[in-house]
Each structure stands twice: as C-alpha cells, then as structure tokens.
C-alpha cells in the first residue's frame, strides 16, 4: 500500500511539472539588412510586432503579453517633440530602458552587434537608421 501511494504521489508530481512546463521558444539567427536603410531594418526586425505601419498591430502581436507600442504617436504622447534618446535606448536594450515593461521586446543592441561582427560603429550606425525611420513615421 506504501509503494503504491508513493508511486501514485510521483506520478502526479510528475505530471504537475509537465502540465506546468513552458512551451519551448524556437530561436532563429537573425537576418542581416543593409545597415544603412532603417525601412529595411524595421521590415525585417520590427514588422511582425508593430505592424508594417508601425501602428501595434503586427501578426505576432496578438501572441505577446503586452500589446506592441504604436510607433507613430512616440512624437504626440511626448508633447510634440520626437524622443530620440528614449527609443535609441529602448532599441539598444539599454538596462535603464524596460522595452514594454517587460523583455517581449528582442534587446537589438547584442543581435545587432552579432551580424555587425562586434563593430560597435555599425551597431549604432543601425540603432541610428532605425531611430530615424521611426521618426519619419510620426503621424502628423
């Protein structure tokens, strides 16, 4: 009777730890882009969460916890003026810059540097584009 409670309870502990097991995140290399088209960049590394437009609604963004950011009223929700330094920061995955609240959003700064070959210039030549790309799609 001991042996067969015993079993029972590892069974389900078992089976507790496996219904609460997180579902596997398959990861990918990313995709090198021209360094110098911020389009580029944001069609390939941002589209799929802020959405062609950059308005939030991207196929991949029903997925995630939080709703992606509408990229084009960065400029208005901050009293008119474009914040630069925040979205590098964001975008770079600076520690002091929660992207979201949360880390949904990839940290671009360590993926750039990765298909840049560690060239801390192209790194920031990069987060530099897609800045002003972002800029360029504030609603008017």
């Known amino acids: 009777m001991q042996r067969s409670v015993t079993l029972l309870f590892i069974l389900f502990v078992a089976f507790a730890l496996l219904a609460n097991a997180q579902p596997a995140v398959k990861k990918v290399p990313i995709t090198p882009t021209s ?5 580029e960049m944001f069609k390939t590394y941002c589209a799929a969460c802020h959405g062609l437009e950059g308005k939030g609604n991207g196929p991949a963004a029903p997925a995630l916890k939080k709703q992606p950011a ?29 992207a979201h609240g949360s880390r949904d959003m990839p940290i671009w700064g360590s993926l750039f540097s990765s298909i840049s070959h560690g060239s801390q210039g192209e790194v920031q030549m990069r987060i530099s584009n897609l800045t002003d790309y972002i800029k360029s799609i504030q609603a008017r």
């Open 70 to 98: 509408n990229l084009t009223e960065l400029t208005q929700r901050n009293g008119g003026k474009f914040p630069e330094l925040k979205v590098s920061a964001t975008i770079r995955g600076d520690p002091d810059m929660p």
């Open 35 to 39: 360094a110098t088209s911020g389009q």
